[in-house]
Protein backbone atom coordinates (compact mmCIF):
# COMPACT_ATOMS: atom_id res chain seq x y z
CA UNK A 1 0.00 0.00 0.00
CA UNK A 2 1.28 3.36 -0.90
CA UNK A 3 1.06 5.92 1.68
CA UNK A 4 1.32 9.34 1.71
CA UNK A 5 2.35 11.64 4.36
CA UNK A 6 0.53 15.24 4.24
CA UNK A 7 2.11 18.12 6.29
CA UNK A 8 -0.37 20.33 7.43
CA UNK A 9 -0.90 22.68 10.05
CA UNK A 10 -3.44 22.89 12.68
CA UNK A 11 -7.03 23.98 12.49
CA UNK A 12 -9.07 26.61 14.55
CA UNK A 13 -12.19 25.67 15.88
CA UNK A 14 -12.33 21.98 15.24
CA UNK A 15 -13.79 21.27 19.30
CA UNK A 16 -16.62 18.50 19.12
CA UNK A 17 -19.95 20.37 20.78
CA UNK A 18 -22.82 18.25 22.12
CA UNK A 19 -22.47 15.67 19.43
CA UNK A 20 -19.61 15.80 17.60
CA UNK A 21 -17.87 18.69 14.94
CA UNK A 22 -20.78 19.93 13.19
CA UNK A 23 -19.48 23.06 10.32
CA UNK A 24 -20.92 24.75 7.63
CA UNK A 25 -20.46 22.23 4.65
CA UNK A 26 -18.35 24.79 2.96
CA UNK A 27 -15.88 24.52 5.70
CA UNK A 28 -15.90 20.92 6.25
CA UNK A 29 -15.15 19.99 2.74
CA UNK A 30 -12.10 22.52 2.52
CA UNK A 31 -8.90 20.77 1.13
CA UNK A 32 -6.72 19.47 4.56
CA UNK A 33 -10.06 20.29 6.82
CA UNK A 34 -11.44 16.82 7.24
CA UNK A 35 -8.17 14.83 6.77
CA UNK A 36 -7.01 16.95 9.84
CA UNK A 37 -10.14 16.24 11.93
CA UNK A 38 -9.90 12.30 11.21
CA UNK A 39 -5.72 12.44 11.77
CA UNK A 40 -6.69 14.25 15.08
CA UNK A 41 -9.69 11.53 16.01
CA UNK A 42 -7.22 8.92 15.15
CA UNK A 43 -4.53 10.40 17.30
CA UNK A 44 -7.16 11.00 20.52
CA UNK A 45 -8.05 7.72 20.57
CA UNK A 46 -4.89 6.22 20.70
CA UNK A 47 -4.13 5.20 17.29
CA UNK A 48 -6.60 2.20 15.27
CA UNK A 49 -3.58 0.09 14.77
CA UNK A 50 -5.34 -3.68 14.15
CA UNK A 51 -8.95 -1.76 14.62
CA UNK A 52 -12.14 -2.32 13.68
CA UNK A 53 -14.73 0.28 12.73
CA UNK A 54 -17.81 0.88 11.93
CA UNK A 55 -18.35 3.97 9.04
CA UNK A 56 -21.53 5.19 8.22
CA UNK A 57 -23.66 8.38 7.40
CA UNK A 58 -26.97 10.42 7.20
CA UNK A 59 -26.94 10.76 3.61
CA UNK A 60 -26.38 14.14 3.52
CA UNK A 61 -24.06 15.96 0.51
CA UNK A 62 -20.33 15.35 1.13
CA UNK A 63 -21.00 11.84 2.80
CA UNK A 64 -19.80 9.52 -0.03
CA UNK A 65 -16.93 11.73 -0.46
CA UNK A 66 -15.58 11.96 3.34
CA UNK A 67 -16.15 7.99 3.56
CA UNK A 68 -13.63 7.43 1.23
CA UNK A 69 -11.05 10.33 2.69
CA UNK A 70 -11.68 7.93 6.27
CA UNK A 71 -10.94 4.67 4.69
CA UNK A 72 -7.46 5.54 3.18
CA UNK A 73 -7.14 6.98 6.29
CA UNK A 74 -8.05 4.90 8.26
CA UNK A 75 -5.85 2.21 5.89
CA UNK A 76 -2.93 4.32 6.35
CA UNK A 77 -3.10 4.23 10.22
CA UNK A 78 -2.68 0.38 10.12
CA UNK A 79 -6.89 -0.70 10.94
CA UNK A 80 -7.32 -3.69 9.82
CA UNK A 81 -11.85 -4.33 8.94
CA UNK A 82 -13.93 -1.52 7.76
CA UNK A 83 -17.62 -2.61 8.11
CA UNK A 84 -19.62 0.20 6.12
CA UNK A 85 -23.45 0.96 5.44
CA UNK A 86 -24.52 0.40 1.73
CA UNK A 87 -24.01 3.83 -0.38
CA UNK A 88 -22.54 5.42 3.00
CA UNK A 89 -25.68 5.01 5.02
CA UNK A 90 -26.00 4.20 8.41
CA UNK A 91 -28.52 5.69 10.98
CA UNK A 92 -26.88 6.81 14.37
CA UNK A 93 -28.95 4.29 16.47
CA UNK A 94 -27.89 1.66 13.47
CA UNK A 95 -24.36 2.33 13.53
CA UNK A 96 -24.61 1.81 17.40
CA UNK A 97 -25.81 -1.72 17.05
CA UNK A 98 -23.28 -2.64 14.89
CA UNK A 99 -20.92 -1.68 16.63
CA UNK A 100 -21.68 -3.64 19.46
CA UNK A 101 -23.08 -6.40 17.84
CA UNK A 102 -19.53 -6.60 15.75
CA UNK A 103 -17.50 -5.91 18.48
CA UNK A 104 -16.08 -2.87 16.64
CA UNK A 105 -13.40 -0.38 18.18
CA UNK A 106 -15.48 2.13 17.47
CA UNK A 107 -17.47 3.83 14.83
CA UNK A 108 -17.37 7.05 12.79
CA UNK A 109 -20.72 8.31 11.83
CA UNK A 110 -20.92 11.71 9.25
CA UNK A 111 -23.83 13.68 10.48
CA UNK A 112 -24.80 17.13 11.40
CA UNK A 113 -28.24 15.39 12.56
CA UNK A 114 -30.69 17.78 13.07
CA UNK A 115 -29.10 20.12 10.93
CA UNK A 116 -30.21 21.33 7.54
CA UNK A 117 -28.01 19.67 4.76
CA UNK A 118 -26.83 20.32 1.27
CA UNK A 119 -24.29 22.60 -0.09
CA UNK A 120 -24.90 25.32 1.13
CA UNK A 121 -26.27 23.26 4.71
CA UNK A 122 -24.00 21.69 7.57
CA UNK A 123 -21.89 18.71 7.58
CA UNK A 124 -20.38 16.76 10.95
CA UNK A 125 -18.86 13.97 11.91
CA UNK A 126 -18.73 12.27 15.47
CA UNK A 127 -16.68 9.39 16.81
CA UNK A 128 -18.59 6.46 18.89
CA UNK A 129 -16.42 4.09 21.27
CA UNK A 130 -16.76 0.23 21.21
CA UNK A 131 -19.66 0.03 23.69
CA UNK A 132 -21.76 1.81 20.90
CA UNK A 133 -22.01 5.36 22.27
CA UNK A 134 -21.23 8.95 21.89
CA UNK A 135 -16.87 9.77 22.94
CA UNK A 136 -17.32 10.80 26.49
CA UNK A 137 -16.01 14.39 27.31
CA UNK A 138 -12.18 13.15 28.25
CA UNK A 139 -12.55 11.47 24.68
CA UNK A 140 -13.37 14.92 23.23
CA UNK A 141 -10.96 16.80 24.79
CA UNK A 142 -8.23 14.46 23.53
CA UNK A 143 -9.39 14.88 20.20
CA UNK A 144 -9.69 18.40 20.30
CA UNK A 145 -6.01 18.44 21.88
CA UNK A 146 -4.80 16.92 19.15
CA UNK A 147 -6.19 19.07 16.36
CA UNK A 148 -4.37 22.15 18.21
CA UNK A 149 -0.70 20.46 17.27
CA UNK A 150 -1.19 18.75 14.02
CA UNK A 151 1.76 18.76 11.79
CA UNK A 152 0.92 15.82 9.38
CA UNK A 153 -1.46 13.36 7.84
CA UNK A 154 -1.15 9.98 6.73
CA UNK A 155 -3.21 8.83 3.78
CA UNK A 156 -3.27 5.90 1.23
CA UNK A 157 -3.55 5.25 -2.41
CA UNK A 158 -6.15 2.93 -2.94
CA UNK A 159 -8.41 1.63 -5.89
CA UNK A 160 -11.76 2.95 -5.93
CA UNK A 161 -13.90 2.15 -2.75
CA UNK A 162 -17.24 0.94 -3.91
CA UNK A 163 -19.79 1.66 -1.43
CA UNK A 164 -23.13 0.81 -3.62
CA UNK A 165 -22.84 -3.51 -3.21
CA UNK A 166 -22.99 -5.23 -0.47
CA UNK A 167 -19.57 -7.29 -0.88
CA UNK A 168 -16.48 -8.23 1.53
CA UNK A 169 -13.46 -6.72 -0.72
CA UNK A 170 -10.31 -7.37 0.70
CA UNK A 171 -7.63 -4.79 -0.11
CA UNK A 172 -3.76 -4.77 0.57
CA UNK A 173 -3.86 -5.97 4.41
CA UNK A 174 -7.35 -4.54 5.12
CA UNK A 175 -11.11 -5.69 4.44
CA UNK A 176 -13.51 -3.28 3.45
CA UNK A 177 -16.98 -4.88 4.09
CA UNK A 178 -20.33 -3.08 2.84
CA UNK A 179 -22.69 -4.45 4.91
CA UNK A 180 -26.64 -3.84 4.41
CA UNK A 181 -27.52 -0.94 6.85
CA UNK A 182 -31.00 -2.36 7.75
CA UNK A 183 -30.45 -5.98 8.39
CA UNK A 184 -28.71 -6.00 12.66
CA UNK A 185 -31.17 -3.17 13.04
CA UNK A 186 -34.39 -4.44 11.95
CA UNK A 187 -33.40 -8.05 13.75
CA UNK A 188 -32.63 -6.11 17.10
CA UNK A 189 -36.06 -4.50 16.83
CA UNK A 190 -37.64 -7.84 16.47
CA UNK A 191 -35.93 -9.05 19.64
CA UNK A 192 -37.48 -5.86 21.90
CA UNK A 193 -41.01 -5.35 20.39
CA UNK A 194 -43.89 -8.12 19.57
CA UNK A 195 -43.51 -8.09 15.87
CA UNK A 196 -47.29 -9.99 15.74
CA UNK A 197 -49.03 -7.73 17.95
CA UNK A 198 -47.58 -4.58 16.01
CA UNK A 199 -48.72 -6.70 12.71
CA UNK A 200 -52.19 -7.26 14.70
CA UNK A 201 -52.73 -3.01 15.25
CA UNK A 202 -51.96 -2.44 11.49
CA UNK A 203 -54.14 -5.30 10.50
CA UNK A 204 -57.17 -3.59 12.29
CA UNK A 205 -56.92 -0.61 10.03
CA UNK A 206 -54.57 1.58 12.53
CA UNK A 207 -52.87 4.21 10.60
CA UNK A 208 -49.80 5.90 10.94
CA UNK A 209 -48.03 8.56 8.87
CA UNK A 210 -44.26 8.34 9.50
CA UNK A 211 -42.18 11.17 7.82
CA UNK A 212 -38.37 10.36 7.28
CA UNK A 213 -37.56 13.88 6.25
CA UNK A 214 -35.88 12.86 3.63
CA UNK A 215 -32.82 11.34 5.44
CA UNK A 216 -31.64 8.29 7.00
CA UNK A 217 -35.05 6.86 8.43
CA UNK A 218 -36.47 5.87 5.33
CA UNK A 219 -35.08 2.69 4.24
CA UNK A 220 -34.94 1.25 7.99
CA UNK A 221 -38.59 2.66 7.86
CA UNK A 222 -39.53 0.98 5.31
CA UNK A 223 -38.50 -2.01 5.92
CA UNK A 224 -38.99 -2.69 9.13
CA UNK A 225 -42.96 -0.68 9.09
CA UNK A 226 -43.96 -1.36 5.82
CA UNK A 227 -41.94 -4.20 4.98
CA UNK A 228 -42.37 -6.77 8.52
CA UNK A 229 -45.55 -5.13 10.62
CA UNK A 230 -47.72 -4.97 7.19
CA UNK A 231 -48.31 -0.91 7.51
CA UNK A 232 -49.57 0.84 4.76
CA UNK A 233 -47.66 1.46 1.53
CA UNK A 234 -47.31 5.15 2.00
CA UNK A 235 -46.99 5.22 5.63
CA UNK A 236 -44.01 6.43 5.63
CA UNK A 237 -43.45 9.84 3.67
CA UNK A 238 -40.21 11.48 2.58
CA UNK A 239 -38.45 8.11 2.23
CA UNK A 240 -35.62 8.53 -0.28
CA UNK A 241 -32.93 9.57 1.76
CA UNK A 242 -31.70 12.84 -0.45
CA UNK A 243 -28.28 14.34 -0.50
CA UNK A 244 -29.81 17.99 0.44
CA UNK A 245 -33.03 16.39 2.61
CA UNK A 246 -35.32 17.48 -0.18
CA UNK A 247 -34.43 20.49 0.58
CA UNK A 248 -35.96 20.31 4.20
CA UNK A 249 -34.69 20.90 7.57
CA UNK A 250 -34.53 17.44 9.27
CA UNK A 251 -35.72 18.47 12.44
CA UNK A 252 -39.15 16.72 13.74
CA UNK A 253 -40.39 20.45 15.35
CA UNK A 254 -43.34 22.40 14.67
CA UNK A 255 -41.79 24.47 12.21
CA UNK A 256 -39.63 22.10 9.76
CA UNK A 257 -42.38 19.39 10.01
CA UNK A 258 -45.26 21.40 9.94
CA UNK A 259 -46.91 18.95 7.32
CA UNK A 260 -46.89 16.15 9.72
CA UNK A 261 -48.41 18.85 12.40
CA UNK A 262 -51.17 20.58 10.08
CA UNK A 263 -52.20 16.73 9.03
CA UNK A 264 -52.29 15.21 12.72
CA UNK A 265 -54.41 18.62 13.35
CA UNK A 266 -56.80 17.65 10.63
CA UNK A 267 -60.23 16.52 11.55
CA UNK A 268 -59.14 13.32 9.17
CA UNK A 269 -55.92 13.05 10.69
CA UNK A 270 -54.42 9.64 10.92
CA UNK A 271 -54.16 7.34 14.79
CA UNK A 272 -50.66 8.56 15.33
CA UNK A 273 -47.87 10.49 13.29
CA UNK A 274 -44.03 10.45 14.11
CA UNK A 275 -41.10 11.74 12.35
CA UNK A 276 -37.49 11.56 13.12
CA UNK A 277 -34.57 13.73 12.53
CA UNK A 278 -31.42 13.63 9.77
CA UNK A 279 -29.25 10.13 11.27
CA UNK A 280 -32.77 8.96 12.71
CA UNK A 281 -31.82 9.23 16.60
CA UNK A 282 -34.78 11.48 17.32
CA UNK A 283 -38.47 10.87 17.32
CA UNK A 284 -41.44 12.78 17.44
CA UNK A 285 -44.88 11.39 18.50
CA UNK A 286 -48.15 12.78 17.11
CA UNK A 287 -52.00 12.00 18.24
CA UNK A 288 -54.63 13.12 16.27
CA UNK A 289 -55.39 16.77 17.90
CA UNK A 290 -52.35 15.57 20.26
CA UNK A 291 -48.77 16.19 19.76
CA UNK A 292 -46.69 14.53 22.59
CA UNK A 293 -44.02 16.49 24.19
CA UNK A 294 -41.29 14.61 24.09
CA UNK A 295 -40.75 15.05 27.97
CA UNK A 296 -44.05 13.53 28.44
CA UNK A 297 -43.31 10.72 25.74
CA UNK A 298 -40.07 9.76 27.62
CA UNK A 299 -42.37 9.37 30.84
CA UNK A 300 -45.10 7.62 29.06
CA UNK A 301 -42.86 5.71 27.56
CA UNK A 302 -41.08 4.02 30.79
CA UNK A 303 -44.37 4.16 32.59
CA UNK A 304 -45.74 1.35 30.12
CA UNK A 305 -42.27 -0.11 29.09
CA UNK A 306 -43.33 -3.37 30.08
CA UNK A 307 -46.02 -4.28 27.95
CA UNK A 308 -42.87 -4.62 25.57
CA UNK A 309 -40.89 -8.01 25.71
CA UNK A 310 -37.90 -6.05 25.98
CA UNK A 311 -38.97 -4.52 29.10
CA UNK A 312 -41.28 -6.84 30.54
CA UNK A 313 -38.93 -7.59 33.69
CA UNK A 314 -39.20 -3.36 34.41
CA UNK A 315 -36.64 -0.91 34.37
CA UNK A 316 -33.42 -1.01 36.40
CA UNK A 317 -33.51 2.61 36.65
CA UNK A 318 -33.91 5.69 34.64
CA UNK A 319 -32.35 9.35 33.88
CA UNK A 320 -33.49 12.72 31.74
CA UNK A 321 -31.07 15.31 30.90
CA UNK A 322 -31.54 18.21 33.34
CA UNK A 323 -33.83 20.45 31.12
CA UNK A 324 -36.24 17.79 29.84
CA UNK A 325 -38.99 17.97 32.31
CA UNK A 326 -39.68 16.38 35.44
CA UNK A 327 -42.25 13.93 34.26
CA UNK A 328 -40.12 11.16 34.01
CA UNK A 329 -39.59 11.84 37.58
CA UNK A 330 -42.81 11.30 38.88
CA UNK A 331 -42.98 7.85 37.33
CA UNK A 332 -39.51 6.58 38.70
CA UNK A 333 -41.25 7.80 41.91
CA UNK A 334 -44.15 5.60 41.48
CA UNK A 335 -42.24 2.42 40.25
CA UNK A 336 -40.00 2.87 42.77
CA UNK A 337 -36.71 2.92 40.65
CA UNK A 338 -34.15 5.65 40.14
CA UNK A 339 -33.46 8.44 38.28
CA UNK A 340 -30.50 10.33 37.24
CA UNK A 341 -30.28 13.53 35.59
CA UNK A 342 -27.16 14.15 33.53
CA UNK A 343 -26.53 17.27 31.10
CA UNK A 344 -27.14 17.67 27.74
CA UNK A 345 -26.24 15.51 25.24
CA UNK A 346 -26.58 11.81 25.19
CA UNK A 347 -22.78 10.85 26.27
CA UNK A 348 -24.10 11.61 29.73
CA UNK A 349 -25.83 8.59 29.64
CA UNK A 350 -23.48 5.87 28.33
CA UNK A 351 -21.78 5.34 31.60
CA UNK A 352 -25.04 4.67 33.38
CA UNK A 353 -26.14 2.43 31.24
CA UNK A 354 -22.95 0.46 30.76
CA UNK A 355 -22.91 0.28 34.52
CA UNK A 356 -26.94 -1.39 34.41
CA UNK A 357 -28.13 1.41 36.51
CA UNK A 358 -30.51 2.81 33.91
CA UNK A 359 -32.25 1.24 31.35
CA UNK A 360 -34.23 3.83 29.60
CA UNK A 361 -32.87 7.37 29.15
CA UNK A 362 -34.45 10.59 27.32
CA UNK A 363 -33.91 14.46 26.77
CA UNK A 364 -36.52 17.06 25.71
CA UNK A 365 -35.10 17.63 22.19
CA UNK A 366 -37.40 14.50 20.75
CA UNK A 367 -34.10 11.74 22.16
CA UNK A 368 -35.52 8.54 23.98
CA UNK A 369 -33.68 5.51 24.03
CA UNK A 370 -32.91 2.24 26.21
CA UNK A 371 -29.93 0.04 26.57
CA UNK A 372 -30.36 -1.92 23.16
CA UNK A 373 -27.68 0.93 21.72
CA UNK A 374 -25.82 3.53 23.25
CA UNK A 375 -27.49 6.20 21.08
CA UNK A 376 -31.37 7.75 21.32
CA UNK A 377 -32.86 5.62 18.86
CA UNK A 378 -36.12 7.47 16.70
CA UNK A 379 -37.56 4.29 15.16
CA UNK A 380 -37.28 2.37 18.24
CA UNK A 381 -39.10 5.58 20.53
CA UNK A 382 -41.60 4.85 17.20
CA UNK A 383 -42.00 0.85 17.70
CA UNK A 384 -42.35 1.25 21.53
CA UNK A 385 -45.32 3.56 21.26
CA UNK A 386 -46.84 1.12 18.75
CA UNK A 387 -46.55 -1.89 21.33
CA UNK A 388 -47.61 -0.26 24.00
CA UNK A 389 -50.80 0.82 21.59
CA UNK A 390 -51.54 -2.96 19.91
CA UNK A 391 -51.83 -3.93 24.00
CA UNK A 392 -53.83 -1.21 25.34
CA UNK A 393 -55.91 -0.63 21.83
CA UNK A 394 -56.35 3.12 23.58
CA UNK A 395 -55.79 6.37 21.16
CA UNK A 396 -52.55 8.05 21.84
CA UNK A 397 -54.09 11.26 23.41
CA UNK A 398 -56.50 8.61 26.17
CA UNK A 399 -53.24 7.62 27.07
CA UNK A 400 -51.60 10.67 27.40
CA UNK A 401 -54.44 12.46 29.16
CA UNK A 402 -54.55 8.98 31.87
CA UNK A 403 -50.74 9.30 31.86
CA UNK A 404 -51.65 13.10 33.59
CA UNK A 405 -54.44 11.95 35.20
CA UNK A 406 -52.48 9.47 37.73
CA UNK A 407 -49.34 11.27 37.70
CA UNK A 408 -50.06 14.95 37.12
CA UNK A 409 -49.00 17.03 33.99
CA UNK A 410 -45.67 18.84 33.68
CA UNK A 411 -46.49 22.08 31.52
CA UNK A 412 -43.27 22.04 29.20
CA UNK A 413 -42.15 24.20 26.11
CA UNK A 414 -38.42 25.27 25.21
CA UNK A 415 -38.43 28.60 23.38
CA UNK A 416 -35.46 28.84 20.68
CA UNK A 417 -33.41 32.06 20.02
CA UNK A 418 -31.20 31.23 16.86
CA UNK A 419 -28.30 32.92 15.42
CA UNK A 420 -28.13 35.49 17.80
CA UNK A 421 -24.72 37.71 18.09
CA UNK A 422 -22.15 35.43 20.17
CA UNK A 423 -21.18 38.03 22.34
CA UNK A 424 -24.32 38.83 22.82
CA UNK A 425 -25.62 35.88 23.83
CA UNK A 426 -22.17 35.20 26.00
CA UNK A 427 -22.91 38.28 27.91
CA UNK A 428 -26.65 37.45 28.81
CA UNK A 429 -25.23 33.60 30.05
CA UNK A 430 -22.67 35.55 32.24
CA UNK A 431 -24.38 38.58 33.35
CA UNK A 432 -27.10 35.92 34.91
CA UNK A 433 -24.57 33.47 36.04
CA UNK A 434 -22.92 36.63 38.10
CA UNK A 435 -26.13 37.24 39.65
CA UNK A 436 -27.34 33.71 40.57
CA UNK A 437 -26.07 34.01 44.85
CA UNK A 438 -28.18 37.45 45.19
CA UNK A 439 -31.74 36.17 42.96
CA UNK A 440 -33.24 34.62 45.80
CA UNK A 441 -36.10 36.73 47.27
CA UNK A 442 -36.17 38.85 44.09
CA UNK A 443 -39.16 39.28 42.07
CA UNK A 444 -39.68 38.19 38.69
CA UNK A 445 -43.33 39.38 37.02
CA UNK A 446 -45.81 38.42 39.03
CA UNK A 447 -43.12 35.39 40.17
CA UNK A 448 -40.60 35.03 43.45
CA UNK A 449 -37.39 33.85 42.83
CA UNK A 450 -36.95 30.34 45.28
CA UNK A 451 -33.55 29.42 43.99
CA UNK A 452 -31.33 29.64 41.21
CA UNK A 453 -27.76 28.05 40.31
CA UNK A 454 -25.53 25.95 37.52
CA UNK A 455 -25.97 22.61 36.99
CA UNK A 456 -22.90 21.05 37.34
CA UNK A 457 -22.34 17.18 37.24
CA UNK A 458 -20.47 14.37 39.10
CA UNK A 459 -20.90 11.42 37.24
CA UNK A 460 -21.24 8.53 39.75
CA UNK A 461 -19.59 6.27 37.69
CA UNK A 462 -16.19 7.45 36.91
CA UNK A 463 -16.33 10.68 39.07
CA UNK A 464 -15.48 12.64 36.44
CA UNK A 465 -16.88 16.05 36.54
CA UNK A 466 -18.85 18.44 33.62
CA UNK A 467 -19.96 22.14 35.33
CA UNK A 468 -21.56 24.96 32.73
CA UNK A 469 -24.30 22.78 31.62
CA UNK A 470 -27.28 25.20 32.36
CA UNK A 471 -28.42 27.52 34.65
CA UNK A 472 -31.53 26.97 36.50
CA UNK A 473 -34.01 29.25 38.25
CA UNK A 474 -36.74 27.59 40.39
CA UNK A 475 -39.97 29.75 41.36
CA UNK A 476 -42.25 29.97 44.01
CA UNK A 477 -44.73 27.28 43.31
CA UNK A 478 -42.59 25.03 41.42
CA UNK A 479 -41.65 26.63 38.17
CA UNK A 480 -38.91 26.32 36.39
CA UNK A 481 -36.76 28.01 33.73
CA UNK A 482 -33.92 26.81 32.41
CA UNK A 483 -31.16 28.85 30.44
CA UNK A 484 -28.66 27.03 28.15
CA UNK A 485 -26.34 27.71 24.84
CA UNK A 486 -26.54 25.30 21.99
CA UNK A 487 -23.66 23.27 21.17
CA UNK A 488 -24.94 22.10 17.86
CA UNK A 489 -25.47 25.14 16.08
CA UNK A 490 -23.06 26.40 13.29
CA UNK A 491 -23.81 29.87 12.65
CA UNK A 492 -23.50 32.57 15.91
CA UNK A 493 -24.88 31.70 19.19
CA UNK A 494 -28.32 29.81 19.82
CA UNK A 495 -29.87 30.61 23.26
CA UNK A 496 -32.21 27.57 24.93
CA UNK A 497 -34.87 28.74 27.67
CA UNK A 498 -36.86 25.55 28.79
CA UNK A 499 -40.38 26.34 30.64
CA UNK A 500 -41.47 24.21 33.04
CA UNK A 501 -44.37 24.08 36.01
CA UNK A 502 -46.53 21.45 37.79
CA UNK A 503 -49.92 20.62 37.82
CA UNK A 504 -50.94 17.79 40.05
CA UNK A 505 -53.43 14.73 39.62
CA UNK A 506 -56.73 16.24 39.75
CA UNK A 507 -55.99 19.60 38.72
CA UNK A 508 -56.13 21.46 35.43
CA UNK A 509 -54.65 19.59 32.26
CA UNK A 510 -56.54 20.49 29.50
CA UNK A 511 -54.43 24.04 28.70
CA UNK A 512 -52.53 25.03 25.80
CA UNK A 513 -48.74 25.18 27.22
CA UNK A 514 -48.13 28.64 26.59
CA UNK A 515 -50.87 29.43 27.97
CA UNK A 516 -50.40 27.29 31.24
CA UNK A 517 -46.94 28.68 30.91
CA UNK A 518 -47.22 32.22 30.72
CA UNK A 519 -45.98 33.71 33.70
CA UNK A 520 -43.00 31.87 33.92
CA UNK A 521 -42.26 32.85 30.15
CA UNK A 522 -42.21 36.42 31.22
CA UNK A 523 -40.49 35.93 34.37
CA UNK A 524 -37.99 34.20 32.21
CA UNK A 525 -37.56 36.70 29.85
CA UNK A 526 -37.05 39.90 32.87
CA UNK A 527 -35.10 37.93 34.85
CA UNK A 528 -32.39 37.09 31.41
CA UNK A 529 -33.34 40.36 29.63
CA UNK A 530 -33.60 37.85 26.56
CA UNK A 531 -34.94 41.06 24.37
CA UNK A 532 -32.05 43.57 25.72
CA UNK A 533 -29.57 41.33 25.79
CA UNK A 534 -30.67 39.45 22.01
CA UNK A 535 -32.94 42.25 20.45
CA UNK A 536 -35.39 39.69 20.17
CA UNK A 537 -39.25 40.12 21.33
CA UNK A 538 -39.49 36.61 20.41
CA UNK A 539 -38.24 32.63 19.94
CA UNK A 540 -37.49 31.72 16.24
CA UNK A 541 -38.45 28.18 17.38
CA UNK A 542 -41.41 27.12 19.64
CA UNK A 543 -41.51 23.32 21.07
C1 LIG B 1 -29.15 19.48 20.93
C2 LIG B 1 -30.15 19.01 21.94
C3 LIG B 1 -29.59 17.85 22.74
C4 LIG B 1 -29.15 16.74 21.79
C5 LIG B 1 -28.19 17.29 20.77
C6 LIG B 1 -27.81 16.28 19.71
O1 LIG B 1 -28.00 19.98 21.58
O2 LIG B 1 -30.54 20.06 22.79
O3 LIG B 1 -30.56 17.41 23.66
O4 LIG B 1 -28.52 15.71 22.50
O5 LIG B 1 -28.78 18.40 20.08
O6 LIG B 1 -28.93 15.80 19.05
P1 LIG B 1 -27.74 21.54 21.80
O7 LIG B 1 -26.39 21.64 22.41
O8 LIG B 1 -27.87 22.19 20.46
O9 LIG B 1 -28.83 22.02 22.71
V1 LIG B 1 -28.79 15.28 17.46
O10 LIG B 1 -30.13 14.49 17.10
O11 LIG B 1 -28.61 16.80 16.66
O12 LIG B 1 -27.34 14.45 17.41
CO1 LIG C 1 -29.91 13.38 15.47
Known amino acids: MNIETV ?123 ANGGPAPENVTSAIYKATQTLSSYRIAELDEIDLSDVATVEHDGFVVEVIDPVTDYAALMEELFDFDAISGLFDSGFRLAYDAMHAATGPYAKAILEGRLGAAVGTVRNGEPLPDFGGLHPDPNPVHAKALFDLMAAPEAPDMGAASDGDGDRNLVLGPGLPVSPSDSIAVLAANAHLAPGYERGLAGVARSMPTSRALDRVAEELGISLYETPTGWKFFGNLLDAGKITMCGEESAGAGSDHVREKDGLWAVLLWLNILAVRRQSIPEIVREHWARFGRNYYTRHDYEAIETERAETLMSELTARLASLPGEKAGALTIEGADEFAYHDPIDGSLAEHQGIRILFEGGGRAVFRLSGTGTEGATLRVYLERFEPAGGDHALEPQQALAEIIAAAGEVAGIEKHTGRTAPDVIT
Not at 28 to 34: A, N, Q, S, V
Not at 50 to 79: C, E, H, P, S, W
Open 7 to 129: STKPIAGQKPGTSGLRKKTATFLEPGYLENYIAAIIEGIGGVEGATMVIGGDGRFGNRQAIKTLVRMLAAAGAKHLIIGQNGLLSTPAASCVIRKRQATGGFIFSASHNPGGEHGDFGLKYNL
